[in-house]
């Protein structure tokens, strides 16, 4: 695209491969999952470049910095050049507690034993 143009903010979440789809990247939008330098943001709201682009996925949330505008979708390589990430780096894993473990054979467990076990689990 031409520089200091635009293009629309659930199109370039599509492209850059960030949503699968584009009528993800639009429910996205719609959901107010999607804020364009710290506003939420409409499906056919334009980004610029420069513009801090913050999605929030079902696990993630991720803060894009665009870079440079594309329209139609473009392959990984290319896509990651279309943005600088700014996302925070995730807090490192808490080591997991021990699982109960049941010897193979062991017959179904006794109701004691089953509260035992979800005790354990935390349910």
Sequence with gaps: ????GTTRVDSWIWAVRVAKTRSAATALCRAGHVQVNGERAKAA?????????RVRGPETERTLRVARLVAK???AVVAAECFEDLTPPPPP???VAATAHRDRGAGRPTKRERR???KLRGR
Excluded: A, S, T, Y
């Design 73 to 75: 979708r473009v392959g």
């Design 93 to 95: 894993r808490e080591e």
């Design 45 to 53: 709201q334009p980004v610029r470049i420069g513009d801090e682009v």
């Design 116 to 118: 035992d076990l979800e």
């Design 1 to 4: 695209m031409e520089p200091g």
